[in-house]
């Protein structure tokens, strides 16, 4: 097993962690506030935890953006929540509510929602607009990661 150190970025506190690679599956806890650092549950980001969470977690990071008036989104919440139970820890997953982060939506020109977007070492490496499975979900998302 790999000893290599991994930075996690925490999903409660969103202070960045050193965690070996092998120890992944052990369900490590934050070593600032002492919460799991995965939790089988998507992570609500604002635009300020979404760069933290993008730039410093050496694991992928796949992110939903969606708005609390989209219908597709809204059926799409329960499949996404049931993804990040089978990625995670190798994978983390969180949302945007781009109505709350409209500045990061334009940034990043979301043109429509629900969409996916996947991120590895600070850079988006893949997109999917629309609602998908949470099977079609896991595929996608396995499917995009370099290596």
């Known amino acids: 097993m790999s000893t290599e150190a991994l930075h996690i970025v925490c999903p409660h506190c969103h202070t960045t962690n050193r965690v070996a690679q092998a120890s992944l599956a052990q369900a490590p806890d934050c070593g600032k506030c002492h919460q799991p650092l995965f939790t089988g549950h998507p ?11 993008i730039a410093r977690s050496q694991i992928p990071v796949l992110v939903d953006f969606w708005a609390p008036w989209c219908g597709p989104c809204r059926a799409m919440a329960p499949q996404f929540e049931a993804a990040a139970r089978e990625l995670e820890p190798h ?3 969180a949302k945007v509510n781009t109505e709350e982060a409209q500045a990061l939506g334009a940034r990043l020109q979301i043109r429509s929602i629900p969409t996916l977007a996947l991120f590895v070492g600070g850079r988006e490496v ?13 595929r996608w998302a396995r499917a995009q990661r370099p290596g």
């Open 43 to 53: 992570v609500a980001l604002d635009e300020a935890a979404f760069d933290k969470h």
């Open 91 to 93: 994978m983390r997953l």
């Open 126 to 138: 893949a997109r999917q607009p629309g609602a998908m499975g949470a099977a079609d979900i896991v």
